[in-house]
């Protein structure tokens, strides 16, 4: 099962829900995640990067979850969503972060409601907030409910675990299984160690490797080191090309835990089928909610 697999060997440790698009269900694989967490742990501590618990979706207005709080959570959200809430909440911190709708704080549910999820707004502010939430010593498992076409937001803490969500469907089939590819591939590349590799020959990247900035790498490089996985911008295609020539390194690593589909007009067995062909093994969860 999902949620007892995410449990399994997670306390203490952070877990982000991020992506491929827009409505691919993230918020909704948090919901369905966190009865089975409190059945788990004493108390779970979630939050988002962005926006996330809003009646409808602020870019296409399409309906969205909502986010029910139950007594005992600690969650991240702005003072303002707070007093709007119908549940009842102990302050625990206020941030010194000012959002335009409102000032980002930590609560307690004292009586459980529904509660709009608004959240950090970079990098710099989501570590500051984890490296608080991972002081109190009461959190045992953290999750982060990530943005669109997000996933930079894993590196803001170390030691974490992220479950990557995907909308498939017929029109955009094989380009959700190039993701696969490539997620499965630059999730496994090594950590780089100095002792080891001559930083001769290791072309140090500052950000993302994009393919503008690939170009402008020297022949003379015969490796990359990134600070961590999210930081590749590459398409399938353009990786296989360059690992045939160069080695990746990382600075940092992160554990998929799984890939969650959610399937669209698309039989299961058939898709099963396309990952087969493609050599995929990776760990993947289909339509969770649905079982």
């Given amino acids: 099962m999902l949620g007892n697999n995410i449990c399994k060997n997670l306390i203490n440790k952070t877990v982000f829900i991020t992506g491929s698009k827009k409505n691919a269900g993230k ?112 959190i045992k498992i953290i999750l982060i409910d990530g943005a669109v076409n997000r996933m930079t937001q894993i590196s803001s803490v170390s030691n974490s675990e992220f479950v990557y969500v995907m909308k498939v469907s017929a029109g955009d089939l094989m380009k959700s299984v190039n993701n696969i590819k490539t997620l499965s591939l630059i999730k496994n590349f090594p950590l780089y160690n100095a002792d080891i590799h001559s930083e001769d020959e290791c072309f140090v990247c500052d950000g993302a490797l994009t393919a503008i900035k690939l170009n402008k790498i020297s022949d003379k490089f015969s490796s990359i080191l990134l600070n961590d996985f999210t930081k590749n911008f590459l398409t399938w295609n353009e990786l296989n090309e360059l690992l045939k020539k160069k080695k990746i390194y990382y600075k940092e690593k992160f554990n998929l835990n799984c890939i969650v589909v959610n399937l669209y007009d698309l039989d299961q067995n058939e898709f099963n089928e396309i990952l087969k062909k493609n050599n995929i093994k990776e760990k993947i969860v289909f339509n969770p909610y649905k079982s």
Wanted: charged share 20%; glycine share 8%.
């Fill in 27 to 138: 918020t909704t694989l948090m919901n369905y995640l966190l009865p089975i967490i409190r059945a788990n742990v004493n108390s779970v501590a979630y939050l988002t990067i962005g926006i996330d618990g809003e009646h409808k979706d602020m870019l296409f207005g399409t309906p969205k979850p909502s986010v029910k709080a139950v007594k005992g959570d600690f969650i991240v959200t702005t003072d303002q969503a707070v007093f709007s809430s119908d549940g009842v909440f102990e302050f625990i911190e206020v941030f010194p972060f000012k959002t335009k709708l409102g000032t980002i704080v930590l609560v307690r549910a004292v009586r459980e409601g529904e509660l709009e999820l608004i959240g950090a707004e970079n990098n710099t502010q989501l570590s500051f907030i984890l490296n608080f939430l991972k002081n109190e010593n009461k």
